[in-house]
C-alpha cells in the first residue's frame, strides 16, 4: 500500500504566462495588480512581475492568438485581496483599462457564500478572478449553487 504526503511547506510558487504581447501584459498586470517589474528581457520575450521581494507573475512571449477555453489545460486564475474594498478598487481599474466581466459587479463564489469577487479576462483572453474571502453576503450568485468560478 502506498502512502501520500505532502512535501513540508508546499505553496504554490509564481505563475508563468504565454502572452501575445509583452508591453500590453505587464502594463495590464503591474496596473491591476499593482505588481513591480523584476526583470525583463525583450529580446528573449520575457518579463518577471513581483511584490514585496516575491516572484509572482512571469509573462513570456511564446504564443500566438487568444488563450483557448475550450481545450484541456488552465481554466482560471484567482487571486485573493484582504476585502471586498479591495476587490472594487481592482474592478475600478479593469473598468478604466475596458476590461470584459463575466458577470456585473462584485459576486459570490455560490448561493449564500460570503466570499465573492470579480471575474474577467486579460488582453490575451486568460480569465482570472479577484476575490475577498468575505463581505458579499447577501448578493445573490450568478449560477446559483454552482460554483460561479467555474462557470465564466
Known amino acids: 500500500?502506498?502512502?501520500?504526503?505532502?512535501?513540508?511547506?508546499?505553496t504554490?510558487?509564481?505563475?508563468?504566462?504565454?502572452?501575445?504581447?509583452?508591453?500590453r501584459s505587464a502594463?495590464?498586470?503591474?496596473?491591476?495588480?499593482g505588481l513591480d517589474v523584476v526583470s525583463r528581457d525583450d529580446e528573449q520575450g520575457w518579463v518577471f512581475l513581483g511584490a514585496?521581494?516575491?516572484?509572482?507573475?512571469?509573462?513570456?512571449?511564446?504564443?500566438?492568438?487568444?488563450?483557448?477555453?475550450?481545450?484541456?489545460?488552465?481554466?482560471?486564475?484567482?487571486?485573493?485581496?484582504?476585502?471586498?474594498?479591495a476587490v472594487r478598487a481592482a474592478e475600478s481599474v479593469l473598468k478604466e483599462l475596458g476590461a470584459v466581466?463575466?458577470?456585473?459587479?462584485?459576486v459570490p463564489h455560490g448561493e449564500g457564500a460570503a466570499s465573492g469577487g470579480i471575474f474577467f479576462t486579460d488582453p490575451d483572453g486568460i480569465r482570472l478572478e479577484i476575490y475577498a474571502p468575505t463581505g458579499v453576503e447577501g448578493v445573490a450568485?450568478?449560477?446559483?449553487?454552482?460554483?460561479?468560478c467555474g462557470f465564466f
Open 52 to 85: 514585496g521581494g516575491r516572484l509572482v507573475l512571469t509573462l513570456w512571449r511564446q504564443s500566438e492568438g487568444a488563450f483557448r477555453t475550450d481545450a484541456p489545460g488552465l481554466h482560471h486564475l484567482s487571486f485573493q485581496v484582504a476585502d471586498v474594498a
Open 1 to 10: 500500500m502506498s502512502t501520500t504526503t505532502t512535501p513540508a511547506g508546499l
Open 27 to 33: 502594463d495590464f498586470y503591474t496596473k491591476v495588480f
Open 141 to 148: 450568485a450568478p449560477s446559483g449553487e454552482a460554483p460561479t
Open 12 to 23: 504554490t510558487g509564481h505563475i508563468g504566462l504565454n502572452v501575445t504581447d509583452l508591453d
Open 101 to 106: 466581466f463575466a458577470h456585473d459587479g462584485v
